[in-house]
């Protein structure tokens, strides 16, 4: 899901999906946001991390300001139970109009978990 600045994720606080704030609005743009495409989990075994990974998420034929943080999380199909995975804070606020906004994502992992 897609966010404004006026939402601070807040990492001791913000557990579920219901604590995030100040989703953008748009045209072809859904609340909630999009479900992700292409999930992969690997373990690099020099590194110690397991690594989440999905495709790019796009946004077609959409009219939407105020881009800010993109939030992923788990759909459980309640707000109040939907677990926050991670968040990215993107640089500035972006925009598209009448166009496809795209969230490219890291090749290698959208998530790390380092084993210690």
């Known amino acids: 899901m897609l966010t404004t600045v006026a939402y601070v994720p807040g990492q001791d606080t913000d557990a579920f999906r219901s604590a995030v704030t100040n989703e953008v609005t748009g045209t ?15 373990y690099d075994a020099v590194s110690n991390e397991l690594r989440l990974l999905h495709a790019d998420v796009a946004w077609p034929a959409a009219t939407i300001t105020g881009i800010r943080v993109a939030v992923l999380y788990k759909a459980t199909g309640l707000a109040t139970t939907d677990p926050l995975l991670g968040y990215a804070v993107l640089d500035g606020d972006n925009a598209v109009t ?5 969230l490219d994502v890291d090749a290698t992992a959208v998530l790390r978990i380092t084993a210690a």
């Open 28 to 42: 072809g743009y859904t609340t909630g946001g999009q479900s992700v495409t292409g999930k992969s989990v690997t």
């Open 98 to 102: 009448n166009g496809t906004f795209t």
